[in-house]
């Protein structure tokens, strides 16, 4: 996914109760795709956040991030990139923008509908309780770098495959769009 720049996320620009990071605004993203994958490319962010207003060049980016992330959800690769900073920025960065990105995906799937009475598979119920977990990374000892390094991507994958998991249980294949060959 190529990094896309937001300037209302800066914070000199914060208002009100919109995305504070990439991440955040991805991870929100997601969530909304997890319950509605025909949401409106273009407009997305509005139902998410009324408090976000983005100029005419951020929502430009804002439809690629959707078209990039609805793309790769979608992809038999399974080649999503979570929006994190890369390896060479500390991890303590990283550690941030992942508890961001899981905010923002809690919150989007709350905005979009997600409540207790879903019916979701037990490794959905359970991945979703580690996402809030997760959320609530705050301050971490780092002592040990290259096992903090390990657990970070081991981390990473769990949210990015499990996503998929998430996403392919509310959003089911349409069995009338599927084509039977003979």
């Known amino acids: 996914m190529s990094e896309l720049y937001f300037p209302s996320l800066s914070p000199e620009n914060m208002a009100g109760d919109g995305p504070s990071t990439q991440a955040e605004l991805q991870g929100a993203l997601c969530g909304l795709l997890c319950m509605n994958a025909k949401a409106n490319r273009t407009d997305w962010f509005r139902q998410l956040f009324?408090?976000?207003h983005p100029?005419?060049?951020e929502?430009?980016?804002l439809t690629q991030l959707f078209d990039q992330t609805i793309q790769a959800l979608n992809s038999p690769e399974y080649d999503f990139k979570l929006a994190f900073p890369e390896?060479?920025?500390?991890?303590?960065?990283?550690?941030i923008a992942m508890a961001d990105w899981c905010q923002g995906l809690i919150f989007g799937l709350g905005a979009s509908g997600l409540t207790d009475e879903t019916d979701l598979s037990a490794d959905s119920q359970e991945y979703i309780v580690d996402v809030i977990k997760i959320s609530q990374i705050a301050d971490v000892d780092l002592s040990n770098a290259d096992e903090d390094e390990a657990n970070f991507e081991?981390?990473?994958e769990y949210l990015r495959m499990g996503l998929f998991v998430l996403y392919s249980e509310l959003q089911p294949e349409d069995p009338t769009q599927s084509i039977t060959e003979h």
């Open 55 to 57: 100029g005419e060049d």
């Open 154 to 156: 081991e981390l990473t």
């Open 87 to 95: 390896d060479s920025f500390p991890l303590a960065s990283r550690l």
């Open 50 to 52: 009324e408090d976000f």
């Open 59 to 61: 929502i430009n980016a």
